[in-house]
């Protein structure tokens, strides 16, 4: 098997959190890093068996030996070098969120269109991998839940302190584009995009959101310009509605849990890896009154193999030339859904999702 040679651009927790699948995967290969602090990108570099060090990325990008590229860089550097790469002839895997706005998802739109031959992804497809969440999707497109009428998806994260542990960046919106919603939220989107595959076309949005609540006065929360809830109603075509609501864990414990309800059956599963949830529950009628809940033997989401996918999908997406599992249009949706979250929040009213023609 050839190897698909990644440049890796950013050094944060995130570059270290997936090298080692460059060691364990024969498809990939990490040649070169780049960060302006040099002594971290030469510490990744080690860890990852990277030859080649460089702190600018123009200088990786030249590199004739780099495939694709992985930025993993703050979001407000992501516009200019996905535009950079791909106009130096070069696949893009992108840490998510993809863009700062709908706005720039359209420039990189453009500049992919024109070059069709080169891929790129983002890495909010993170939990499409999964056991569970594969057979929940695969079961909605076979009917077996029927006409779906709800979904309702929860996610209450342990780790409401998002500037205590946090580089300072994560708390500016110039940087970030938001806060829980830019952080968690885009991964919230795609999953509920892959999972519900047809039925996914939010058309009406109705939101309020906040910030990260304080504890008492002596702990007050370290990101008080960043959104820390949200809580939004969405109308999809065809019936379809969806209760999407993600906060911290201020006043209970952390949980997560998504219930899909069809017509004929319902199904329960967590996105993210729950000890309370490991898998996947089917709730069907067996006869005219008994209900039955079934655990399916489908695996949950586990940490360590979901933060690599998108690496090890691009990879698969450059050698078969097809489509990654979060290309550009499917971005633009999820930025139309985070800009009706928050113009509805600041109107007090329902707004509709423009993501446009280009999502035909």
């Known amino acids: 098997m050839n190897k698909i040679r990644f440049g890796i651009i950013g050094t944060g927790r995130i570059s270290e959190l997936v090298s080692w699948v460059f060691h364990e995967d024969e498809a990939l290969q990490a040649v070169a890093v780049a960060d302006v602090n040099r002594a971290a990108a030469e510490k990744l570099a080690a860890t990852l068996g990277a030859q080649i060090v460089c702190e600018d990325y123009r200088e990786l990008l030249r590199r004739e ?28 895997l992108c840490e998510k969120p993809f863009m700062l706005n709908a706005a720039q998802v359209r420039e990189v739109m453009a500049a992919a269109d024109a070059k069709p031959h080169l891929k790129v992804g983002c890495c909010s497809c993170r939990f499409h991998d999964v056991p569970s969440t594969r057979r929940a999707r695969q079961m909605i497109e076979e009917g077996v ?15 409401w302190r998002v500037g205590a542990v946090l580089p300072a960046w994560r708390n500016d919106p110039a940087k970030t584009g938001g806060g829980n919603a830019f952080d968690w939220g885009v991964y919230d989107l795609d999953w509920l995009s892959y999972v519900l595959a047809d039925a996914w076309k939010p058309h009406m949005l109705f939101a309020t959101m906040g910030g990260f609540m304080p504890l008492s006065e002596e702990r007050r929360p370290p990101a008080p310009d960043v959104d820390g809830w949200l809580a939004a109603e969405m109308l999809c075509e065809g019936g379809l509605s969806v209760r999407w609501e993600r906060r911290a864990a201020e006043h209970g414990p952390a949980r997560h849990l998504v219930e899909i309800r069809g017509l004929r059956a319902g199904l329960d599963l967590p996105m993210i890896p729950d000890p309370q949830l490991p898998g996947l529950v089917l709730h069907a009628y067996r006869g005219a009154d008994e209900l039955k809940s079934e655990a399916l033997p489908e695996a949950g989401p586990e940490w360590r193999e ?14 078969e030339d097809r489509a990654p599992a979060s290309p550009p249009r499917r971005q633009l949706l999820i930025h139309a859904i985070l800009e009706a979250l928050y113009a509805s929040t600041q109107a007090g009213q329902s707004v509709p999702v423009a993501a446009g023609e280009e999502m035909q």
């Open 65 to 92: 030996d780099v495939d694709a590229v992985y930025i993993a860089t703050p979001p407000f550097l992501h516009r200019d070098m996905v535009l950079e790469a791909l106009a130096a002839e070069k696949h893009v």
């Open 145 to 159: 839940l029927g006409s779906l009428y709800r979904v309702t998806f929860l996610g209450v994260s342990a780790a």
């Open 306 to 319: 979901t933060l690599v996918y998108p690496l090890r999908d691009m990879a698969a997406a450059i050698r």
